[in-house]
Structure formats: structure tokens, C-alpha cells
């Protein structure tokens, strides 16, 4: 982190590949209003495992915010505007969630960005996201947000195809990825969590991704 004369901090703008850039800590300084906000939404939406298309149960526990929500079940990966185990719209977007998703993108170069889906993830020691490719939105011009709170984990990017080489780095408390333009498609995926404490978040890492997917 740097500081100028007057003492600001200086947010530093990681380019990790064409298109995909990493914001360390740019979330630290509203992650105490994330995660309450967060709170809310899940007592609204909680916490559940879904299905693969082929039948497993995913190791990663999601719920969703905004208009749309991402689900998977038996029929497959797609957007939804209802949360299926309530049968009701899903809980709406926290005005910090919003404002940070935007001011991350604009940071980034893509100042035109207005999410209308927030998934929600959670994982404890040894659930993991094997590597896929982020492609159930409508419009691939359109970045993604992706916010870390709690515990570290390694983010893998790999390239368009499954068997590219894969790059590694650790993603912490606060720090925010915005992945768009010709990053958008790669293949990426979380390693298995290792054990920990976080103050916050306790033994688990949570992450937010934030879409325009309609
Ligand atoms: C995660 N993230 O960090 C999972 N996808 O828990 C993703 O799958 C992801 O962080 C697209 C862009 C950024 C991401
Ligand atoms: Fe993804």
C-alpha cells in the first residue's frame, strides 16, 4: 500500500491479466458494512448447498442477492429471479454492496457497470470451486466483481481453455477482483480452504460476485 504526501492511501490497481485486475483491500474500509448488510440478506436467503446438473452436492454454500440469483439443480446453471427454497424474489441488493461493485469496475475501466446479481458464497476448510468458466450472463462485455471477506484463499486463472496453464495468487479480507474484456471467459476456481480464524468472518472465507447476468 502507498501513501501520498498528505496521507491518503493509494489504492493500487494490479493488472493480472489483460482484463482482470486485482484491487488489494479496496473493500477494507466498508467490509465492517458488507458484512452486516450480508446478515440481512441471509436471514432473508440463507445459506444452502446446491446440486450440479449431475447430481453432487457443490462443497461451497451460496445464496444470492439482487434481481437475479444464480442457481444450479438438476436441470442445469441458470439465473433466477425467485430463490427456490422460498419461493420468494430474492432479497434486494444493500446499498453498499452496489456502490462498491460499481466504484471497483469504474476503478477498473468499466465505469458503465451496474449489477443486478450478487452471488453469495461461503466456504470452511476443504471446500473448493473446481475450474469453470463464468458464462450463464447474457452480455460478456459486462465485467465481473469479486469481493474476498475472511479467511485467504488461492484463486487459480487459468485461460480460455481448461488445460491452459494456471496462475495462482492469494485473495484476502477486502481485497476486490474485477475480471471483464478479454479475461471474461477464462477458467479460474478457488483451491481448498485451509483451516483458520478470521475476527469477522470466523472459520470461513465468504465471497462476493457481482454481475450484470440479464
Ligand atoms: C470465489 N469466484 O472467489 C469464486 N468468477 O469464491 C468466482 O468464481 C469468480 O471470483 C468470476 C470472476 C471472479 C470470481
Ligand atoms: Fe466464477
Redesign the pocket.
Known sequence: MNHDLFGHMEQALITLQPGAFILRDFAGDCASQLWQDLQQVLSAAPWRHMQTPGGLTMSVAMSNCGRLGWVSDHAGYRYAVEDPLSGQPWPPMPPSFITLAESAAAKAGFDRFRPDACLI?R?EAGAK?SL?Q?KDERDFSQP?V?V?LGLPAT?LFGGLKRTDPVLRTE?HHGDV?V?GGPARLRY?G?LPLKAGQHCTAGNARI?L?FRAAG
Request: hydrophobic letters at 45%.
Open positions: 458464497n466456504y470451486l469453470h463464468d465481473i469479486s474476498s484463486f485473495l477482483v475480471w479460474h478457488i465471497n460476485t
